[in-house]
């Protein structure tokens, strides 16, 4: 992921205003750990039995600090925490991290274009029913991530939203609250300080696809849109 080319780097540099998803400065004071729970109730009131234990049993074996806690913590809770325990660490730290680091240290104006409860909200839409399909297709999940992580690096956004629709199968809805809802409000909040300054937006790439893209928002709000083509790749992290 960090071989990447260095026109994109020049651009990062220069920017006045550098947006990501979150704040990364601001998101851990945030983030509030009782949403990770429910209020009331548990997975058994959404779930039986046998499929309480299939998913905590998962949890134990992924993330074993959390599993005292399985059947307290929403279905979206315990996706999140099954994914980031499944994530490969290929680097010192994350690209989003990276970036935002190297923008704040050229002088860019920081900014999230969510905060971390409208994330959080969206993972509250995930039922113990999608979560339940989540474990049961594992094998066809980490196919269709494999092949998503190949279209990135060939950057090829129609193959990318292919895949997209493939792995997002078992959360029937989800893709609209995930991708297109979430576009129109950063699509809305990158447009108004564009306005006046530069703005560099390092956003997942699932959000440049579909019909509801930012590309095609932005577009559609004035602006011209076009790819940052040239410059050679390279393996930044031995920059």
Known sequence: M?????????????????ASELNLDSALSQFDPTMLFYTTGSLYDELDSASVKKVCDELQRKMPLFAPLCSKLKPGAVAILLATAGAEKS?????????????????SQMMGLESVNEQMALFNEM???????????????????????????????????EQSVD?????????????????????????????????????????????????RLLQEKGFTVEPVLGGNRRQWLKR
């Open 91 to 107: 680097a010192a730290e994350p690209l989003d991290m990276y970036l935002w680091r190297l923008a704040k240290t050229s002088g």
């Open 2 to 18: 960090y071989n990447q080319r260095d026109t994109v780097l020049v651009l990062l540099r220069s920017t006045q205003v550098y």
């Open 167 to 215: 792995q997002m199968n078992p959360y029937r809805g989800m893709l609209e609250k995930l991708n297109d809802e979430r576009n129109m409000k950063m699509a809305s909040r990158i447009a108004e300080v564009a306005k006046t300054r530069t703005v560099f937006a390092a956003i997942g790439a699932l959000h440049l696809t579909g019909p509801r893209s930012l590309l």
């Open 127 to 161: 039922s113990a029913e999608m979560l339940l399909a989540q474990l049961n297709d594992a094998a066809a999940q980490e196919e269709a991530f494999d092949a998503l992580r190949s279209a990135y690096l060939r950057e090829d956004l129609p193959a990318l939203a």
